[in-house]
């Protein structure tokens, strides 16, 4: 029996062309022509200033928080709903996580960040402290999950009055834009102080492993490149006045990079013919529903969410996860959410409601630019039944 996937790269460019020269040259480390041109292809892509190559998207992040100015006893808000490694990178900081509830796109709920800054803090000293613990809080840490772009016009305000650094983690999210609202026109990623990408192998496009860390500040860029490369201030010597990290990206996987960045166009036309075939094939099934898009941004459509309707389909996640398996279709649920993750669950979090019901009632469809039509209708009938 066929396996249809959930998420797999599509390798069908200059990949071998391009791997095939780094071996070639022997160029197969973190030095070499690849990085610092897949850096100036992401900057065009983008339209953000600087682009700073990693070893993955988490390494992204977590370098970015801490250029963001946060330190160790810190606190960073952020979502309950998304991949663990996004709170990981706060506490690799030394830094505390505090936990936002979800909106109907299961992003970070834009309201309620506001009612908590509001309401359960208070601003002094030119800094931003949670009345409950006392701690500072340096930064923000919006996840714009399954591609949904998070709605920041009102947040990115009152973090600048508040001194609360915006760091996105965009690691979903390449491709999706803003086409309303006071960011229209700009990148996931390149709202915030600092932006972060990944590409690993089941991203939009991949490198294998791999990040990227966006920002239009060119002292923030030289300093993320310094850290990145093991804090070098006399790289003959080996002198390191500060301690760094062995993040950066090798030439191999930023040749990689490059061929993929030149099919993301193709890629992202796929994507969308994909979620339009889920939608309009969907909406006839009683009790089952395609996750809605945000409407102020143009989506990647990075992957699909199926929103369940227990009572009225027959099936649940559960039942209707395995016996999709059954057939050889991988599905997925949504991450467990982080504030009820052992590591987290005696930090912080405010009013979680909606994400609760997002994770109960929502399993991850294949959505893979590969998927043909055979697969896609196969997918479908076994919806129906």
């Known amino acids: 029996m066929s396996k249809i996937p959930l998420s797999v790269p599509s390798l069908n460019g200059n990949e071998l062309q391009y ?27 983008t339209g953000s200033k600087y682009a700073i190559a990693c070893v993955n998207g988490t390494a992204a992040i977590q370098v970015s928080l801490r250029l963001a100015g946060v330190d160790a006893g810190d606190e960073v808000i952020c979502p309950t709903l998304t991949f663990i490694a996004s709170i990981n990178a706060i506490d690799y900081c030394n830094a505390s996580p505090i936990f936002m509830d979800a909106d109907s796109y299961y992003n970070i709920d834009a309201g309620k960040t506001i009612e908590f800054i509001n309401n359960e803090t208070v601003f002094k000293n030119g800094c931003t402290y949670n009345k409950k613990t006392g701690k500072k809080i340096s930064a923000i840490l919006p996840v714009h999950i399954w591609g949904n772009a998070c709605w920041l016009d009102e947040l990115m305000e009152l973090c600048e009055e ?21 960011f229209s026109g700009k990148y996931t990623g390149t ?29 923030l860029s030289v300093k993320a490149k310094y850290l990145t490369t093991q804090a070098k201030d006399d790289p003959i010597r080996y002198v390191h006045d500060e301690i760094g990290y062995n993040f950066r990206l090798t030439n191999i996987q930023a040749a990689l990079g490059v061929a993929q960045l030149e099919q993301l ?30 409407e102020y941004a143009d989506n990647n459509h990075w992957l699909n969410l199926l929103q369940i309707d227990s009572k009225v389909y027959g099936d649940n996640r559960e039942s209707l996860m395995k016996r999709l398996k059954e057939k050889g279709i991988q599905t997925r649920p949504v991450w467990k959410l982080n504030h009820l993750q052992i590591p987290y669950k005696n930090y912080q979090s405010y009013r979680i409601e909606n994400a609760n019901s997002l994770v109960e009632d929502s399993l991850c469809l294949p959505s893979s630019t590969n998927l043909n039509e055979f697969e896609t209708n196969k997918i479908m009938d076994l919806l129906k039944k």
């Open 265 to 294: 166009p193709a890629i992202l036309k796929r994507k969308k013919e994909i979620y339009e075939f889920y939608q309009s094939a969907i909406e006839n099934i009683e009790g089952l529903f395609l996750s809605k898009v945000p």
């Open 162 to 182: 508040r001194n609360i650094a915006v760091v996105e983690d965009a690691c979903e999210s390449l491709g999706t834009f803003y086409n309303d609202g006071e």
């Open 191 to 219: 709202i915030g102080k600092l932006g972060c990408i990944s590409f690993n192998g089941n991203k939009i496009i991949t490198t294998g492993g791999g990040g990227m860390i966006l920002t239009d500040d060119k002292d």
């Open 19 to 45: 791997v095939k020269e780094c071996i070639d040259t022997e160029w197969v480390s973190s030095a070499g022509k690849y990085v610092n041109l897949f850096e100036k292809k992401v900057t065009e892509y």
